[in-house]
């Protein structure tokens, strides 16, 4: 009789625990974790090798055991959507990830989404992911700037902090965010400013917030247009139009230009010197090509400030566009979605003020 009591408590000793541990893990968000390769899939031939390492090597779910505590955080599960040096992304990648990213964030049972990036683009791939993706739910995209082989490894840390960011309900409806170096940066303005540092990405503008031992301490959030404010929508976008960016610098010549629209491009960002400056022997070509049909964008290649329209050149008189405070990179991003939609320069410089 003692023995049969005894039995009837140890069942229902480990029904409750059962019954804690399955509410204990309905209790944590869904987070998936889009793998696309880069350094944080990356690996060297020693771990003094920080620098110098083959990208895209480790498979998403090593990449996830690798971290055991994101168990302690999230219900984790990976997909495998490309395995490429970030160099590498083309707009077909953008598109193919925008859309399953979009996909995801309907599932009922999904409450954020992680994409692992290359470092090298994937302030692009943030911006253009701002732009389309429709939902409130936290997109984070993350990288490292040292493969995980490395002593001084960055990529666990980074993971950690992005699905603890994806998993906050706290992050919902600020946008495609991008956590690196403990920070918390809007997809929008963050950049890449530096290549063999962990502290490599920031916004002039201030980051976001922080991520310090598994919490999130948010200080701003950010004001122009994105994801479910935007009137650019990843379901209903097949191609992206083709934009190209010259550089500016002394002694350009007007052929690059003339190549660049040659080639079909519907825009042409001029990476200008200080606020966007054009040399005057370039004035002409671009003149020229306006008229005929082409969009000129003047952006600059300063890493900090904004271009003011009208200064250094007569923008209302050339009806050209300019970038505001988006570098060249997501300047391209911007015109190549806004031209998929419409093809005025009223409108395209309306979009390059909200977003």
């Known amino acids: 009789m003692e023995l049969t009591l005894w039995k009837r408590w140890l069942l229902m000793g480990v029904a409750a625990s059962a019954f804690n541990a399955a509410a204990w893990a309905a ?4 987070v998936v974790i889009l793998a696309t390769g880069g350094t944080i899939a990356g690996a060297g031939a020693s771990t003094a090798n920080s620098a110098s390492y083959q990208a895209a090597k480790v498979p998403v779910d090593k990449l996830i055991l690798s971290v055991p505590e994101l168990a302690s955080v999230a219900q984790v599960r990976g997909e495998q959507v490309f395995q490429i040096a970030s160099e590498s992304f083309t707009n077909s990648h953008l598109l193919q990830l925008g859309k399953r990213i979009s996909a995801l964030a309907k599932q009922q049972d999904v409450d954020g989404i992680v994409v692992t990036h290359g470092t090298d683009t994937l302030e692009e791939t943030a911006y253009f992911l701002n732009l389309t993706v429709h939902t409130d739910k936290p997109i984070v995209v993350v990288g490292s700037m040292r493969p995980g082989t490395a002593m001084s490894a960055d990529g666990a840390l ?4 992005a699905v603890v960011v994806a998993a ?6 600020k946008g495609v965010l991008v956590t690196m170096n403990d920070q918390i940066d809007s997809g929008r303005d963050v950049g890449k400013g530096i290549n ?3 502290n490599a990405f920031a916004s002039q503008w201030g980051s976001l917030g922080m991520v310090v031992e598994g919490r999130n301490y948010w200080f701003r959030a950010p004001v122009k247009r994105h994801t479910m404010n935007s009137e650019f929508d990843i379901d209903k976008l097949d191609q992206l139009a083709p934009v190209e960016i010259v550089y500016g610098y002394g002694n350009v010549p007007a052929s690059l230009y003339e190549a660049a629209a040659a080639a079909g491009a519907r825009a042409i960002i001029h990476a200008g010197t200080g606020n966007g400056s054009v040399a005057d022997r370039i ?10 049909g082409v969009q000129i964008i ?10 003011l ?4 050149q007569p923008d209302d008189k050339h009806d050209w566009v300019v970038a505001h405070d988006l570098n060249p990179q997501k300047a391209r991003i911007l015109a190549a979605v806004a031209l998929s939609q419409f093809s005025d320069s009223q409108n395209l410089q309306r979009v390059f003020w909200e977003y």
């Open 27 to 30: 209790d944590k968000a869904n």
């Open 283 to 292: 004035v002409p070509t671009l003149q020229s090509l306006r008229g005929k």
């Open 168 to 173: 906050s309900p706290d992050a919902r409806g």
């Open 298 to 307: 003047r952006s600059a290649r300063v890493p900090a400030g904004f271009v």
């Open 158 to 161: 980074n993971l950690y902090n």
């Open 309 to 312: 329209r009208n200064a250094e």
């Open 196 to 198: 063999i540092k962990t």
